[in-house]
Each structure stands twice: as structure tokens, then as C-alpha cells.
């Protein structure tokens, strides 16, 4: 299946659109749609491939702000039926990622059906997912964070030069890699927009994104109803109150289209059909 992705990255005009299933019950957006619920999981997938998504990023763990960490077993219990389903259904030519951080967690789900992994921090939760990802050979998203969940948005937030922070941690976490001989052609790279980053810094990103493809790997970007979108609405519109996460799509592809516009080959998303209009154009465009 890692073929097939290859495949859809070598195609240099067209932007690929993961859709996001969160079985959690806590998760910012969508916490408890999908949750303990089989049945309306995979309608969500078959829903978000039918619209046009490419990649289906099933995760079951919370990384919103303030979120708490669940053990490897239960990640797995939420995971893995979802995953096996999702295979049987809709068929062996889904992409199909999962999003985690633990080795044992990404080890199940791969065998399970999964073709990649997306993992928020790289490796720096232990190098045992650097050795899952060598020995699998599957895709892995290096997804920056400054901090973790729980506090990672919470009290002074200070980089010195966001994007050198970022390729940085790039840096690092290849060398990581290296040491396990994962290929140059498994990296994804994301620079985490809205983990551990203040409004400023969000925008810097989205401003500077060309820095990244300096690595000349496939980049992704997540900001699909993001909270600095809804502050920013806010502020900017004297609003009385934040816009919902839901009312957040037209702010996120603002943003999209100028990461798109200066590199970005991957968008992560909630709303799946919108996006894909929005990316079509946009596409047509470059």
C-alpha cells in the first residue's frame, strides 16, 4: 500500500487530502462521534473516501490541548477493530494511517491494515517506533510539537526562530531514522500547527512554509478548525464569541491555500468534500 501513496505523491499537481476519524471521546472536534461505535466509523470512512480523500488518518488518542495520555492497551482496543473494518469494507487500495506515537500501538494497526503511521513528536517518545517503521517499511509522518498535549499550550511559549526550531526537529528525528536505516523516501514532514505555538507562530509558519521543502520530502499540513483560527476570527471581526470548530472551514483554507501555494503536498482534514472543491481549483491554479 506504500506503493500506492508513492505513487499518488509523484503526481506533482494534484494535493492529497487525508480525512481525519478520531475514535476518542475527548478529541476537540469530533470527540465521541466515532467512539466505541464501529458502525458509524466506517460510514464515516466510506463517507470521507466517496468525497475524495486519499489517505483515512484513524487515531485513538486525544492530542488536543489539555488532553490526557491513554494506555497502549486501550489505544489498541479503539484502534484496531476500526482499522480491520475499514480494510475488509472498503477494500485493500485505502490508504489507510494510523496516529500514534507508540511503537506497540503503530506495530498492531500496521498489521492490522494500516499502511503508515502519523506520529505527533517523531520518535521522541521512544526509538522503538523508529524500529517498528524500519522493519514495516511504511510511511511515517514526522509531526513537530513543542511540549506534549496536556501542557504544550499552556503558559509562555517562547522559540527563538520558529522554522530553524522546526527543521531542527526535523533533523534530529531523521538522524534517528538513520541509526535504523528508514529511507529518505518514508519521511512525511509536518510542522505541527497549533502544538505548543501561539498565534504568532502558527502564522510565521504558514507565511515561511517554502523553508521546509529545503529537505525536498513530501509535506504535510493540519489546520483543519484549528483554535487560533476562531481567536483569530474573533479579534479580527469583533466577534462576541469564538466561532465554533465547525465554523472554522473558510479561515482553514485560507491558510491551506498558502501552504499549498509554497509547498505543501498533504492536507489533513475534517471536512473532506469541501476541501477537495477548495484543492481542485486551487490545483488547476499552480
Excluded: C
Excluded at 147 to 152: S, V
Excluded at 175 to 204: C, M, V, W
Amino acid at each position: 500500500m506504500k506503493n500506492n501513496l508513492t505513487k499518488l505523491l509523484s503526481q506533482k499537481k494534484k494535493t492529497l487530502i487525508m480525512g481525519i476519524l478520531n475514535v476518542t471521546p475527548d478529541s476537540f472536534s469530533d470527540g465521541g462521534l466515532y467512539f466505541n461505535n464501529i458502525v458509524n466509523a466506517l460510514k464515516q470512512a466510506g463517507r470521507m473516501i466517496k468525497d475524495g480523500a486519499d489517505i483515512i488518518d484513524i487515531g485513538g488518542e486525544s492530542t488536543r490541548p489539555g488532553s490526557l495520555p491513554v494506555s497502549v492497551d486501550e489505544e489498541i482496543r479503539r484502534v484496531l477493530p476500526v482499522i480491520k473494518r475499514v480494510r475488509q469494507k472498503l477494500g485493500k487500495d485505502v490508504i489507510i494511517s494510523i496516529d500514534t506515537s507508540k511503537a506497540k500501538v503503530a506495530e498492531m494497526a500496521i498489521k492490522a491494515g494500516a499502511n503508515m503511521v502519523n506520529s505527533l513528536g517523531g520518535f521522541t517518545s521512544g526509538v522503538e517506533l523508529a524500529k517498528v517503521v524500519a522493519d514495516k517499511k511504511v510511511p511515517v509522518v514526522l509531526y513537530h510539537i513543542k511540549g506534549e498535549p496536556r501542557t504544550m499550550q499552556s503558559g509562555e511559549i517562547k522559540y527563538k526562530n520558529v522554522i530553524k526550531e522546526i527543521n531542527t526537529f526535523f533533523e534530529k528525528q531523521m538522524a534517528i531514522g538513520r541509526s535504523y536505516s528508514i529511507k529518505k523516501e518514508q519521511y512525511i514532514l509536518d510542522p505541527g500547527i497549533g502544538f505548543g505555538k501561539r498565534i504568532g507562530h502558527n502564522l510565521t509558519i504558514i507565511k515561511e512554509f517554502k523553508k521546509f521543502t529545503k529537505w525536498k520530502m513530501p509535506l504535510l499540513v493540519s489546520i483543519s478548525r484549528k483554535s487560533h483560527l476562531g481567536l483569530i476570527l474573533q479579534n479580527k471581526l469583533n466577534l462576541k464569541k469564538i466561532p465554533s470548530p465547525e465554523e472554522r472551514l473558510e479561515a482553514g483554507l485560507a491558510e491551506v491555500a498558502v501552504a499549498v501555494l509554497n509547498g505543501a503536498s498533504i492536507v489533513r482534514t475534517h471536512d473532506v468534500l469541501q476541501t477537495k472543491y477548495f484543492l481542485t481549483i486551487l490545483d488547476e491554479l499552480r
